[in-house]
């Protein structure tokens, strides 16, 4: 929940929670998707929200409260461990370092995966084919043997139309 993150920092700054929001998620790339695909790095991305979020804390603080945006989804925890007792799991995160190395690295769940895809390692965000590309890699499985569950029926579909695609007689 970034609104989490904006809310907690918003005191400390002249910007309110939204507009904190709406500089970090608007524009094409946002800041946001460029802190994703690791274009910039977590340093850059904590200056960035420093100086143009013109929010006073330190570097450490900032981080803290950023990292603070998760809360743990039972379910689906659960769904993960039985599923990888059963087969191969793999993870595709649309995700930045901070959040990966501070958070889902740490959870009890992440030894369950197989392989692990994050954006900002490889340089490309969901629904990109080359973050798909590089999970079927990893999992050194074709298309059509993995099943895809994500939260955005956007990257359901485009993972579908890469399927299609690679498992085409057609494919190059």
């Known amino acids: 929940d970034y609104g989490l993150f904006f809310r907690s920092v918003a005191p400390s700054s002249s910007r309110s929670a939204q507009a904190l929001r709406s500089l ?14 690791g274009r910039i790095t977590s340093a ?3 200056q960035w929200l420093r100086r143009e979020g013109d929010i006073h804390l ?11 945006i998760f809360t743990p989804n039972a379910p689906v925890v659960g769904l993960v461990a039985q599923l990888a007792r059963e087969t ?17 690295r740490r959870t009890p769940v992440f030894d369950s995966f197989s392989a692990v895809v994050l954006s900002y390692v490889v340089g490309a965000m969901k629904p990109d084919a080359a973050i798909f590309r590089d999970a079927l890699a990893k999992l050194q499985c074709e298309a059509d043997e993995c099943v895809l569950v994500d939260d955005s029926s956007i990257n359901v579909a485009r993972a579908r139309e890469l399927a299609k695609r690679i498992n085409s007689p057609l494919s190059i």
Do not use: K, Q, Y
Not at 89 to 102: A, D
């Open 24 to 37: 970090t998620f608007d524009g094409n790339p946002s800041m946001s998707e460029r802190f994703e695909s």
């Open 44 to 46: 850059e991305f904590v």
């Open 58 to 68: 330190d570097d450490n603080e900032i981080i803290e409260r950023f990292v603070g």
């Open 88 to 104: 191969t799991v793999g993870l595709i995160s649309n995700t930045n370092e901070l959040h990966f190395e501070r958070f889902v």
